[in-house]
């Protein structure tokens, strides 16, 4: 998940503008725990388009 669309409930200011101090930890976990979360949903989307044909050039290959 990204956070950018994460709402805080402590502030209610999005987590990604990290205005209070429970937005910048949040924040700086997720930025630390998953290193896809920081790309986009297009780049996930892309980068899912690339292995699938990466596998299929490879079945094709050794067929």
Do not use: K, W
């Amino acid at each position: 998940m990204t956070y950018d669309r994460l709402v805080c409930a402590n502030c209610a200011a999005p987590v990604s503008e990290g205005r209070c101090p429970v937005c910048r930890a949040n924040r700086e976990r997720l930025q630390q725990d998953n290193f896809f979360a920081g790309l986009n949903p297009m780049a996930l989307i892309a980068l899912l388009a690339v292995l699938v044909a990466a596998v299929a050039l490879l079945a094709h290959q050794s067929a």
